[in-house]
């Protein structure tokens, strides 16, 4: 005789369809996530090696939903680099008579 597990049977089925969706809507979200850590790299390069001020108060630049971007100071290199893990990563370098500059370059 079979014995027949609704429970573990439905958690399955719940679980892939909870995976197919987190997959469907990382990928649908990537360009926008692009542009926010573009612009997040680009802001905070600015603040840091244009306007001069400390990365804590760069901080405060940032627009509201902007919290789950990582930021990354490469000082040698007037680099910042802007992340949000396994979706987008994009750096900004300040460059004499140009400023701050996205990478990679098109």
């Known amino acids: 005789m079979k014995v027949k597990r609704p429970f573990?049977?439905?958690?399955?089925?719940?679980?892939?369809?909870?995976?197919v969706a987190a997959v469907t809507y990382a990928v649908?979200?990537?360009?926008?996530?692009?542009?926010?850590?573009g612009y997040g790299a680009h802001v905070v390069c600015s603040c840091r090696y244009i306007g001069g001020r400390d990365m804590e108060s760069c901080y405060n630049d940032y627009e509201p939903g902007m919290e789950m971007i990582s930021v990354?100071?490469?000082?040698?290199?007037?680099?910042?680099?802007?992340?949000?893990?396994?979706?987008?990563s994009r750096s900004a370098q300040f460059r004499e008579g140009l400023g701050c500059v996205l990478e990679p370059l098109p």
């Open 28 to 37: 649908r979200m990537k360009p926008t996530i692009e542009l926010g850590v």
């Open 72 to 88: 990354a100071e490469d000082e040698e290199n007037k680099r910042i680099t802007a992340s949000v893990p396994l979706l987008a």
């Open 8 to 19: 573990l049977t439905a958690t399955i089925v719940i679980l892939l369809i909870l995976l």
